[in-house]
Nanobody, 125 residues
Framework: QVRLVESGGGLVQPGGSLRLSCAAS????????IAWFRQAPGKEREALAA????????LYADSVKGRFTISKDNTLNTVFLQMNNLAPEDTAVYYC??????????????????WGQGTQVTVSS
């Protein structure tokens, strides 16, 4: 059974950092594009970052470029999202998703095959 499980969310003060984890089971990350998304109340889901397991290619949305870093650990079958300098507008439910396919500059617009259940991130003082 294919599963993605996010963890690492929580409450953090503005300017703080969090590292989210996306643990995959039932499949290996090889040949998959893994992406992080978020959705705030009343807003559309937003693609944030993606990584390709075969060659470590990464791509970021402009809204998080320079603040967020996506990475992976193949031995753990896990993808991470390091989030720094967080602001209240980063408050959202964060999801990871997987797509079996090739890398392209359009990865943030792919229709992803598998999704996790999400983890809440709240940035507030």
């Amino acid at each position: 059974q294919v599963r993605l499980v996010e963890s690492g969310g929580g409450l953090v003060q503005p300017g703080g950092s969090l590292r989210l984890s996306c643990a995959a089971s039932g499949f290996t990350l090889d040949s998959y594009v893994i992406a992080w998304f978020r959705q705030a109340p009343g807003k559309e889901r937003e693609a944030l970052a993606a990584i390709y397991s075969l060659n470590d290619n990464t791509l970021y949305a402009d809204s998080v470029k320079g603040r967020f870093t996506i990475s992976k650990d193949n031995t753990l079958n896990t993808v991470f999202l390091q989030m720094n300098n967080l602001a209240p507008e980063d408050t959202a439910v964060y999801y990871c998703a997987a797509d079996y396919g090739a890398w392209s500059v359009h990865v943030l617009t792919y229709i992803y095959d598998y999704w996790g259940q999400g983890t809440q991130v709240t940035v507030s003082s």
